[in-house]
């Protein structure tokens, strides 16, 4: 197929947009993710007004949906947030869009290759370098059907996708699935942990459940915990917080379970975490992850949030400290939404080396 030829008949009223944005963060994004950056560059470019809700009733997608979408930017550093007392997205910016590479261009490689007919990789988020190292099997509807039945592994891995991705699965799901379970070896419990991982990072489609297999294989993952060291290079949230925390070196299991616990099961957002992370680098050059997590543990416990609600909780303390008197359960003033406890980053530090 030849190559298109483009003509440019007239002038465009038109918004700006980085390469870099093409090059590096477009192909990972989904379409909500997409949708959603481009139409803030363009009303931030003509100074036009919007909110959450404006974005929701445009493109009827659930408010939550645009919510998730703002964050996916916040965490990979194209926009910054600011939030209220409440936890809710007040403010945005536009962040510059950094090229922390030479120009990729292995993306627009791929798609020139595709269009001259030419073989070539497919560069995903997990990028696969080789090709597969087993021949995908098809199996007819009668050997599908056996194989559910009489192998509890494989009806096993069929439901648990089913439950991910919220539909039944077709032929061609159920071949992919069979081809990561029996040509790349998986355990249950990895194949549950790649499709958990390619789902919450808004990728459904089986195309590229698969590629992130290929690329789990060819590094020689075997294991969940393996799985998840080898994710946190691509995860920005932890990125974020070994660059606040001063730590240079690739995360351990240890830490990323910090991080996780700190984001999935305490449900802190990324600013928050920060402000933990900003105040144990001030505080103290060892143990750095452990009192981090003093701090978030002392902030669920008081029901803090929000950024505002640490700086409420931060100028009570020292209201109350210079007044010399102690901390008590009694709530007052603005700051009785929490429960008002004294918590000390010096004796969290003692608490903490003292273990």
């Known amino acids: 197929m030849d190559r298109l030829t483009i003509y440019k008949d007239h002038q465009l009223n038109a918004t700006l947009l980085d390469n870099a944005f093409i090059d590096h963060y477009m192909m990972q994004a989904n379409e909500i993710q997409l949708k959603i950056y481009l139409y803030i ?3 931030t470019g003509a100074n036009l007004p919007f909110n959450i809700p404006s974005i929701a009733d445009l493109f009827n997608y659930p408010e939550r949906d645009i919510e998730r979408a ?3 930017w916040e965490q990979a550093q194209l926009l910054s947030l600011d939030y209220d007392s409440t936890g809710a997205i007040k403010a945005l910016h536009i962040l510059p869009i950094p090229s922390p590479q030479p120009a990729n261009t292995a993306n627009i490689v791929a798609l020139d290759a595709q269009l001259n007919r030419r073989p070539t990789m497919v560069v995903t988020e997990d990028p696969v370098s080789e090709p597969a190292p087993v021949a995908k099997k098809s199996y007819s509807g009668k050997e599908l059907t056996a194989l559910t039945k009489d192998n509890n592994d494989v009806s096993t891995i069929l439901m648990v996708a089913e439950q991910y991705i919220g539909k039944p699965l077709s032929r061609k799901d159920q071949e992919t699935l069979l081809y ?3 040509g790349l070896e998986f355990s249950v419990d990895l194949i549950d942990y790649l499709i958990q991982y390619c789902v919450e990072n808004g990728h459904r489609a089986f195309s590229y459940i698969e590629k992130v297999a290929l690329n789990w294989s060819q590094s020689e993952i075997e294991t969940v915990e393996e799985a998840k060291l080898h994710v946190s290079n691509y995860n920005a949230t932890v990125s974020a917080v070994m660059n606040s925390l001063g730590e240079s070196h690739k995360p351990t299991k240890i830490q990323i379970d910090f991080v996780q616990k700190w984001e999935k099961e305490w449900m802190f957002r990324l ?3 920060l402000k933990a992370c900003e105040k ?3 505080s103290t050059d060892k143990n750095r992850f452990h009192y981090c997590d003093k ?3 002392s902030w669920l416990s ?4 929000t950024v ?3 700086d409420a909780a931060d100028r009570l303390f020292a209201e109350k400290k210079k007044a010399g008197r102690k901390t008590s359960d009694k709530k007052t003033g603005d700051f009785n939404k929490f429960e008002q406890r004294q918590y000390d980053y010096d004796e969290l530090e003692k608490l903490i080396t003292s273990n």
Request: glycine share 4%; charged share 20%; aromatic share 8%.
């Open 41 to 43: 560059v363009r009303m």
């Open 70 to 72: 703002l964050v996916y």
């Open 180 to 182: 990561i379970y029996d």
């Open 271 to 273: 600013p928050v975490i």
């Open 280 to 282: 144990t680098v001030l």
């Open 295 to 297: 701090i978030l543990s």
């Open 302 to 305: 008081q029901g803090i949030k």
């Open 308 to 310: 505002d609600d640490v």
